[in-house]
C-alpha cells in the first residue's frame, strides 16, 4: 500500500479528538458538536473529514457517514473496531411522556456485529418507569424501525401523534395497552387510533455507570 499522507496541525489534532470520542466516549458527535467543541465551522469539519479519508486515515460508508473505520497504516480497521454509527433521535421518555423531536441529537457508535438490521436509531431514556427490566434514565435505547408490535414486545410507541414513549406493548380485543416495568406505575390504555408503533427495542447502551447490552 502507499504510504499515507502526512496530516497537516488542525488534521491531526482532528484525528485525535475523533480517537477520543470513540475509544473513550463511545459516540460521534454531529457535526454541529464538533463544530463547537473544537472551535471551528461545520464547513470546517466536514473538510477535515474529508481530508482524512482522501489521506487514508479513516473510512466512511454510505452519503452521510452513519459509518465510520479509523484505519491503521496498512489501509485496515484499526484493532478490533467494528463501530457502527447510529443517529440519536432527540429524547425518549419512560414514564411520562415527552415530545417526540424528530431530528438528530448527535450519534451513538455500537458494535456491528451485535447490532444488525437498516436505519437503526437511539433515543435517550428520562424516567424510571422501565427500570425492573433494566432500562434507566439516562440510557440511549438502540431501536429497529418498526409499525408494528408483537405482544409484549418493548417498543417506542407514539401517542396522539405528539407523544413518544417506551414501553412494553400489548393488544388487547377492544384497546392497546402500553405496560410500564415498574411498579409505582399503573398500565394505560389507548384506542387503536391513538397508538403509532416507531420501532422495537433491540439494545441499550448504558449510561456513564452501566455497560451496553442487548434486549431479546
Known amino acids: 500500500m502507499a504510504k499515507r499522507s502526512p496530516l497537516t496541525d488542525k488534521q ?19 457535526l454541529r458538536q464538533a463544530a463547537a467543541q473544537m472551535g471551528v465551522s461545520h464547513t470546517a469539519v466536514a473538510q477535515m473529514l474529508k481530508a482524512l479519508e482522501d ?20 489501509g485496515e480497521t484499526a484493532g478490533p473496531q467494528r463501530w ?14 415527552m415530545y417526540a423531536q424528530e431530528e438528530w441529537d448527535g450519534a451513538l457508535v455500537i458494535d456491528r456485529n451485535l447490532y444488525h438490521g437498516e436505519n ?3 433515543l435517550r431514556v428520562r424516567g424510571d418507569s422501565m427500570k425492573d427490566v433494566g432500562i434507566l434514565s439516562g440510557d ?3 431501536c429497529e424501525p418498526r409499525q408494528y408490535a408483537g405482544n409484549g414486545e418493548i417498543v417506542v410507541a407514539l401517542i396522539r401523534n405528539e407523544e413518544a414513549t417506551v414501553k412494553r406493548f400489548f393488544l388487547r380485543p377492544d384497546h392497546i395497552e402500553l405496560k410500564p416495568e415498574n411498579e409505582a406505575y399503573e398500565p394505560t390504555r389507548y384506542g387503536f387510533s391513538e397508538v403509532l ?6 439494545g441499550i447502551q448504558r449510561g456513564p455507570e452501566g455497560i451496553a447490552h442487548t434486549k431479546p
Open 12 to 30: 491531526r489534532h482532528f484525528l485525535t479528538y475523533l480517537e477520543r470520542e470513540i475509544r473513550q466516549e463511545d459516540h460521534i458527535p454531529s
Open 55 to 74: 489521506k487514508g486515515y479513516l473510512r466512511r460508508e454510505g452519503r452521510y457517514s452513519r459509518t465510520i473505520h479509523l484505519l491503521n497504516p496498512t
Open 84 to 97: 457502527r454509527e447510529i443517529p440519536v433521535i432527540g429524547q425518549i421518555t419512560a414514564g411520562l411522556p
Open 120 to 122: 437503526l436509531f437511539a
Open 140 to 142: 440511549l435505547a438502540v
Open 197 to 202: 408503533i416507531q420501532g422495537k427495542v433491540i
